[in-house]
């Protein structure tokens, strides 16, 4: 991103002052520029990529949603409002090479590599027609169809073009069976071999792709409507056009392109469907026409080489050669008077009136093979597709506009914004991007005046980032006597700690299948932006019925340093407000949509215990005489909290309020909602407790203990100090600073009562009070009014009724490796105040010499958390479009599921939801302003989690870390498969781990992924280092694989396969990698065990025993053929096959305790998913409402254990070398 000004205007009211970053498409005048220095493409605004599953071929646009078709045979189609994928159907038998829409949209018409032309009905997406040929026509390249003759002309390989007529079938058009057609021979593939025989074709469907889809008639083109030799080479585009014959300005007239360099002009008999048609020109351009558009009397011609010639129809001679690109032009299209053109290299071009280039972008990482253009509501729309496996959707509304006059607000307009406010590193809590934050104030600054908003910056200090402060009059005739005030922050959380595990650059907008990804869309740059342009929306069609104010501050991760004071010198500026409303925090799942209105409180606090002596040696100095300050601080922390996580503190758990009728009926309503997404969550009641005690109780937390020194030498020294640092939250009818006075002095009582030598230091890092709204009141009225109205699906004029997508047997076969991955949800309402060591306030005790002692034992228990909620029990939904982070996949929705949220009688309806985070800011609103507040979530709740692949992470971690085992040499690592890759996760890891411990090898390393599906490949393979080269292929790892891969990698890593290969598959699959190995070349293979509830005592406390689950697990697997053992299995397999050395090493959890905490957030979610499952699998439940019962009943008894265990995972590695 360009360097912007850093001079900050401190007041501006004038509406002039409009950053010219902000505008929507930005271009480059290379009309004006030196050729000799051209420039790399300028970037267009951010566009939308949605993920196809093979190459794009075809695109066209209807007024809801894009068409694409694809390589295979697929037709897909993405919504334009939510850009998900809502139709996916196997149209042809080989590759849909064309799209055609008619004129009034009811009428899809694609044709193929199988020489067949499919109608189908773009309403419910049945196939209306097939129309065979009887000719060898080879590929169908071109398709187009006359709505006023109902005919359909194509052009093919064999250079001919054909029609036919579909407003009637006659007698003389000839109706098939399928069966009859399937039996049809090909010329080429259907010829004898040299012995004189046929190779028996398979039966549809062996070959494990998707049956075409059938219905409607079948039929073939007339034999004499056929006219062979239409042109001299391929006939690649055609195009109907009116307004040709001055004669007849309605006579629609055909222009062909070929790859004989010409394009020819047919005229159309008008009254006569079947007649042929006749030759009226044609143009030579001397290089094959690959595409063709026409606008008024102008067409445009797209050669292969990259030239661009333009014609003059009414004269039929070359106006204009253009020679901008350098690849082949395969897409040409014009809106508004501008020629847009994409060629092979992946690179837009944008022509004007004048033929000047006025602007171009890179689209695609590889070929551009088709574009489409199109309008969506009030929306221009162009889309492009590649064979990189995307659709880039783009907004170009802008090209319609006048010059100086400003664009429409809309919702691509806001995401170009975004990906410039995400640009900026605006990380509050790190000094070095100080300069950064104040940059990114200042632009959304200027973005507020540019919207009509008269803004100011207010100083919070000299260290400390300003507060944009922005205000929108009313417009409307009827305003009404209110003013609303929007608190968000544009500061966000660092990306460096977790940079390796990021699937994107934080800092880089990129979208991808409906989801925006990048530090700060969810919290909370995007809800600013969101709110700011709803606004301004308002504003400009006079209908904003109230004032709006915005306070946008900057330090809301660092603890809102000077906010209080900042608003409060200013509260005269701001004036008076009468509703309070915030975007700032999470959904309870990724379905339905909530409204909060509670947040906990919070007491951050440090407890210190010191000792005037230097570090000891505790072979020279321990004894029981001497106080050690780490003894005293274990013993000091005992105190604090008693059984079941009852806070010790006096005072700290009377004061809840107590629960009316009216909140028990909301956690009802809740356990009702989520219970219907979330058939694993086993106990209703135990999940309404676990939300009444996470929200509307108070709770002590420790979350660290740390002593200063050296690591290596902490076994034997006695540390001069020990540090704890804890947080209480606290509930409505608590304030911060009064809970903060009792920790204080409790913790000094209970430190005299241990009559010790040492000091102890009490330090308050963090204060916040907190806030329970009023969700009976107007506000939430009107929000929930809102929501419902957004969310509730208009089925009168939604025009498309596709029927829910499904997945093949192979993707779900993909899916299910994943679908045991958990994650767990951030504590959306909490700000990163809590690991700023600021100290509010400090008090240090010297002990009185007092002594006692006080025993405790305490049991945790774990009850549903928000991790259980966030589990991927269902397809994700894309209705706000924001993320924080990268998926690591997308897993399809389980039966009689749909992606849709809940709804009633009324419409959907929001969750009404309290948190037990907090917002420090909320309630000092609130009380500064005298103004209830509401707090509309705008992230699902998946949305931060989807940052890390846990469980990729976790068994990373067991491995200590190493990706390739130890004992595979890595000098001589320079072809590599990863096999199953899933993700690609271990693959794109490689290139930073080999450069770790082999920093030498300067040869090119190529690094292959390989799975059955390519829906969780990544969406990009780029790597910042030129020596590795990453490509993603699919392919089953049961099958053998191509002859060009066998002895081709130094190393195969494969993993994780233990519920997705049966015992008998091993064979195979040890097989298929033996193949693809060189001479010496490795096998690395990574299992867990099958059993994941076998348990670890912890120290000095009894073990109990879990009954029945283990066997439950053994008997599951063994049932459907699963190894229970799949390394042993790997182990037995490749020693058969012939490996010259085989191993297997194990990892167990037992020896890391420093993982145990992962190892619980795995293991549980596996329990919840697996077990109702598992016993009805096993016919020890007869459905799964049984299953749920019994599980509940051993999920208590772990929710019981799980302070006392910890579970057991074991994961081993097989690494088996190859002979020479």
């Known amino acids: 991103m360009p360097a912007m000004d850093p001079t900050v205007l401190v007041e501006s009211d004038s509406t002039s002052e409009i950053d010219e970053q902000t505008k929507t498409w930005e271009t480059s005048h290379s009309a004006h520029e030196d050729p000799t220095h051209p420039e790399s493409p300028v970037e267009c605004g951010i566009g939308h990529r949605v993920q196809a599953s093979r190459s794009v071929l075809a695109l066209v646009i209807d007024n809801e949603c894009v068409f694409a078709g694809l390589q295979g045979g697929d037709i897909v189609a993405w919504s334009l409002e939510t850009y998900d994928l809502v139709l996916s159907v196997h149209a042809h038998q080989e590759s849909v090479l064309d799209l055609y829409l008619s004129e009034d949209g009811d009428l899809l018409f694609s044709s193929g590599g199988d020489s067949v032309i499919n109608v189908w009905s773009t309403r419910t997406f049945d196939r209306l027609y097939s129309i065979h040929t009887h000719h060898d026509v080879g590929d169908i390249f071109a398709v187009a169809y006359s709505s006023s003759l109902n005919t359909i002309y194509c052009g093919g390989q064999n250079t001919s073009i054909q029609w036919c007529g579909i407003s009637q079938v006659d007698a003389a058009t000839t ?44 039929l ?60 009226m020109a044609k143009l030579q351009n001397g290089d094959p026409v690959l595409s063709i558009a026409v606008d008024g009397s102008f067409l445009y011609c797209g ?70 253009a199109g309008q969506y509501k009030d929306r221009l729309i162009y889309a492009t597709g590649g064979n990189d496996n995307t659709v880039g959707i783009w907004d170009v509304t802008e090209v319609s506009l006048s010059q100086g006059e400003l664009p429409r607000i809309n919702n691509d307009e ?64 009827n305003k009404v006597d209110k003013t609303i005030l929007f608190y968000g922050h544009y500061d966000v959380v660092g990306a460096d700690a977790n940079r390796a595990k990021w699937k994107t650059e934080p800092f880089q907008l990129t979208s991808m299948d409906g989801f925006l990804y990048g530090r700060g869309v969810s919290d909370n740059k995007g809800p600013i932006l969101a709110a700011l342009y709803a606004a301004a929306e308002l504003a400009r069609q006079k209908a904003l019925p109230c004032d709006v104010v915005f306070l946008i501050e900057g330090e809301e991760e660092s603890g809102s340093q000077g906010f209080h004071e900042t608003v409060r010198a200013h509260k005269a500026q701001i004036g008076p407000v009468d509703w309070i409303l915030l975007a700032n925090s999470y959904w309870l799942d990724d379905f339905n949509p909530c409204l909060t209105y509670g947040l906990r409180g919070v007491v951050h606090a440090n407890l210190i215990v010191s000792s005037d002596h230097p570090d000891l040696h505790s072979g020279i100095d321990g004894s029981a005489l001497l106080d050690e300050p780490l003894k005293d601080l274990t013993l000091l922390m005992s105190t604090l909290v008693g059984p079941r996580g009852r806070i010790n503190i006096p005072g700290v758990q009377d004061p809840v309020l107590p629960l009316t009728e009216a909140e028990k009926q909301r956690y009802a309503d809740i356990a009702q909602i989520l219970l219907q997404r979330h058939p694993e969550i086993a106990d209703r009641e135990a999940l309404i407790n676990s939300l009444m005690h996470r929200w509307r109780e108070p709770s002590l937390t420790i979350h660290s203990i740390e002593v200063p020194g050296n690591n290596k030498s902490t076994t034997t020294t006695i ?152 589990n991927k029990s269902g397809a994700i939904s894309s209705s706000d479009s924001t993320r924080e982070t990268s998926p690591t996949t997308r897993t399809e929705a389980p039966i009689n599921s749909t992606a849709e949220p809940v709804s009633g009688p009324s419409g959907v309806r929001p969750i009404y939801i309290r948190e037990g985070g907090s917002i420090p800011t909320i309630r000092f609103l609130e009380k500064e302003f005298s103004a209830p507040a509401a707090n509309l979530p705008c992230g699902q709740a998946s949305d931060n989690a989807h940052l890390l692949n846990r469980q990729q992470e976790f068994f990373t971690n067991l491995l200590n870390n190493d990706l390739i085992h130890p004992s595979i040499p890595r000098h001589s690592l320079n072809t590599i498969a990863d096999v199953a890759t899933g993700t690609g996760l271990w693959l794109t890891s490689l290139p930073k781990y080999l450069r770790s411990i082999d920093n030498h090898n300067r040869s090119t390393r190529t690094l292959h992924g ?85 348990t670890i005592q912890l120290p000095t406390l009894e073990v109990k025993s879990i009954p029945g689950v283990d066997e439950l697990f053994d008997e599951s697997m063994s049932r459907v053929g699963f190894s229970l053992s799949p390394a042993h299995t790997v182990q037995q397999f490749a020693m058969e096959m012939g490996f010259a050395r085989v191993e297997r090493y194990t990892y167990s959890i037992s020896e890391r305790a420093d993982l145990r905490a992962q190892a619980r957030d795995w293991h549980g979610t596996i329990w919840r998913t697996v077990v109702p499952r598992a016993l009805v699998q096993v016919g020890r439940a007869g459905s799964m409402q049984e299953a749920r019962e019994m599980a509940k009943q051993w999920m208590k008894e772990i929710e019981r254990e799980y302070g006392v265990f910890w579970p057991t995972v074991d994961m081993q590695v097989v690494v088996a070398r190859k002979g020479e």
């Open 303 to 372: 050669l292969a080489g990259g030239a661009l010639n333009i014609w003059n129809l009414d004269s039929h001679q070359l106006v204009k050669r253009i020679t901008r690109h350098t690849g082949d032009l395969w897409a040409v299209d014009i809106i508004h008077g501008v020629a847009v053109c994409g060629d092979s290299n992946g690179v837009v071009k944008k022509f004007n009136s004048r033929f000047e280039e006025v602007g171009s972008w890179a689209a695609h990482e590889g070929t551009m093979l088709a574009s489409a």
């Open 1010 to 1094: 390989f799975d059955i599906s390519a829906d969780q490949f990544p969406s990009s393979t780029k790597t910042t280092d030129p020596g590795y080269e990453v490509q993603f292929l699919v392919h089953d790892i049961r099958d053998r694989f191509p002859e060009s891969y066998r002895g081709r990698y130094d190393l195969v890593n494969v993993g994780h396969l233990i519920a997705a290969l049966r015992e008998e598959e091993y064979a195979v699959a040890v097989r298929n990698l033996f193949e693809i190995l060189k001479p010496n070349g490795h096998l690395q293979w990574t299992e867990s065990k099958a059993s994941t509830i076998g």
């Open 719 to 870: 540390s001069r100090k020990a540090k704890a640092s804890l947080s209480v939250r606290l509930v409505p009818n608590q304030e911060a600073d009064d809970i903060a006075a009792k920790l204080t002095i409790y913790a000094q009582e209970q430190y005299d009562l241990l009559g010790s030598q040492n000091d102890l230091t009490v330090e308050i890092t963090g204060k916040s009070d907190p806030w329970l709204g009023d969700p009976d009141n107007e506000m939430f009225e009107t929000l929930d009014e809102a929501i419902t109205a957004a969310w509730t699906p208009d089925q009168q004029n939604q025009k498309h009724q596709y029927p829910p997508i499904q997945r093949n047997s192979q993707e779900r076969a993909t899916a299910s490796k994943e679908s045991s991955l958990a994650v767990k949800r951030k504590d959306s309402s909490d700000s990163l105040a809590s690991h700023i060591d600021r100290i509010i306030m400090s008090t240090t005790t010297s002990s009185a010499g007092k002594k006692s002692s006080r025993q405790q034992s305490s049991l945790s228990r774990t009850v549903p958390t928000s991790s259980t909620l966030t």
């Open 414 to 477: 806001m995401v170009n914004c975004l990906a410039k406010f995400v640009g900026f590193k605006t990380v509050s809590a790190s000094p070095k991007f100080s300069g950064e934050c104040n940059q990114g104030a200042a632009f959304l600054r200027r973005h507020c005046i540019y919207l009509g908003a008269k803004t100011k910056l207010l100083t919070t200090g000299e260290d400390t980032n300003p507060i944009v402060h922005a205000r929108f009059n009313a417009t409307s005739p």
């Open 220 to 279: 073939t083109f007339k034999r004499d409507h056929h006219k062979l030799f239409s042109h001299h080479g391929y006939v690649y585009t055609m195009l109907l056009v009116r307004g040709l014959i001055e004669s007849a300005p309605n006579e629609e007239v055909l222009l062909t392109g070929a790859g004989d360099g010409v394009v020819k002009l047919w005229r159309l008999e008008q009254d006569k469907a079947n007649a042929v048609p006749s030759q």
């Open 175 to 218: 109706q098939l069976s399928t069966a009859q057609l399937s039996k049809r021979t090909h010329r080429f593939f259907d010829s004898r071999g040299p012995d004189g025989s046929r190779a028996p074709r398979p039966e549809p469907g062996s070959d494990g792709v998707r049956p075409i889809t059938e219905g409607g008639q079948v």
